[in-house]
Every structure is written in structure tokens, then in C-alpha cells.
């Protein structure tokens, strides 16, 4: 079974940290951007950032760069995704996906892909 699993969300408080793992099964990531998304009540879903196949880095949300960074253990066929000094606004559910490719592509291609987790919920409040 081909797909990918989010888990790590949770509640903390504004400050901490987190770390989002996304596991793919039924298929390699070697070959594959995998990129975070996330989305928050009534909001449309949006890019956070992306790596691709050969560990470039792309940042979707420029403003997140410095908070939130993104790593893939190939070995473990898993991504993550550190957070820290989280805010009441980074609050959603949040997605991975994967692309097959070298690079990460853009937000509307990676939107577009068959591949997506189920998302994990991650709520930053005190």
C-alpha cells in the first residue's frame, strides 16, 4: 500500500517546539521532493517548504525560514519537520507530500500530486 504518514502534532504551548515526522510506505523517497504543507480553520492550504531528492532546500513561506526546517532520512524512507518557536498562528493541520523528481516543484505542482498524508494536527496555545 502506496502512502504517507504524518505524526508528531500535538498541543503546545507558544515558544516550544515540535518535530513532524512523514513516513512514506509502498514506495521509496529517494526519488521523491517531499515537501510540508499546512492548513488552518477556514484557510486555504499553504506551502511551508520542500527538499529535494538531492537535500536542496526550498522555503515556500519565506517568513517561516528560521523557525521551521525541513530534513529526510533516506534510510528510514521518513522526513521531518523541526518547528520551533512556535505561534498561535502556525496552529493547523499539516501535510506532507512527495513528488517524484530531483527538484522541489512549485506549490500548484506539488498540490497536484498523488501522494499526501493524511495530516497531523498541530495546536500551539497556552
Known amino acids: 500500500q502506496v502512502q504517507l504518514v504524518e505524526s508528531g502534532g500535538g498541543l503546545v504551548q507558544p515558544g516550544g517546539s515540535l518535530r513532524l515526522s512523514c513516513e512514506a510506505s509502498?514506495?521509496?523517497?529517494?526519488?521523491?521532493?517531499i515537501g510540508w504543507f499546512r492548513q488552518a480553520p477556514g484557510k486555504e492550504r499553504e506551502g511551508v517548504t520542500c527538499i529535494s531528492s538531492s537535500d536542496v532546500i526550498t522555503y515556500y513561506a519565506d517568513s517561516l525560514k528560521g523557525r521551521f526546517t525541513i530534513a529526510r532520512d533516506n534510510a528510514k524512507n521518513t522526513a521531518f519537520l523541526q518547528m520551533n518557536s512556535l505561534k498561535p498562528e502556525d496552529t493547523a493541520v499539516y501535510y506532507c507530500a512527495a513528488d517524484f523528481g530531483t527538484l522541489c516543484p512549485s506549490i500548484t505542482t506539488m498540490l497536484e500530486s498523488k501522494y499526501w498524508g493524511q495530516g497531523t494536527q498541530v495546536t500551539v496555545s497556552s
Open positions: 509502498g514506495f521509496t523517497l529517494d526519488y521523491y521532493a
